[in-house]
Nanobody, 127 residues
Framework: QVQLQESGPGLLNTAQTLSLTCTVAGDSITTGLHYWNWIRQPPGKGLEWMGAIASSGSTYYMPSLKSRTTISRDTSKNQFALQLSGVTPEDTAVYYC???????????????????WGQGTQVTVSS
């Protein structure tokens, strides 16, 4: 059974860069037809897909966030990471990493579209 775990700082100031890591156990991030995703949920709002890295290493980003987002991986540690630059209080959210199979979903996100989720990590950006 695959397990995902997010890690990173919970509090940032405006204009800083958010860096989160997702550690994966029970599956390799380089095999299978999987996508390794970053998804966030701002307070009182729905899930927002931010981007993904495929098992092949190809990356995909939400267009509205693309200029600020970088997704990368460390295959030696079986981890993938999110960097979000120039954060503002609007980036305050619970951030999740999640695995999907065969495709990724960039709109109308539902939890059942992804077969494994991390527990989520709260990120708060102060002004």
């Amino acid at each position: 059974q695959v397990q995902l775990q997010e890690s990173g700082p919970g509090l940032l100031n405006t204009a800083q860069t958010l860096s989160l890591t997702c550690t994966v156990a029970g599956d390799s991030i380089t095999t299978g037809l999987h996508y390794w995703n970053w998804i966030r949920q701002p307070p009182g709002k729905g899930l927002e897909w931010m981007g993904a890295i495929a098992s092949s290493g190809s990356t995909y980003y939400m267009p509205s966030l693309k200029s600020r987002t970088t997704i990368s991986r460390d295959t030696s540690k079986n981890q993938f990471a999110l960097q979000l630059s120039g954060v503002t209080p609007e980036d305050t959210a619970v951030y999740y990493c999640a695995r999907s199979t065969d495709q990724f979903y960039s709109r109308n996100i539902r939890r059942d579209q992804y077969d494994s989720w991390g527990q989520g990590t709260q990120v708060t950006v102060s002004s």
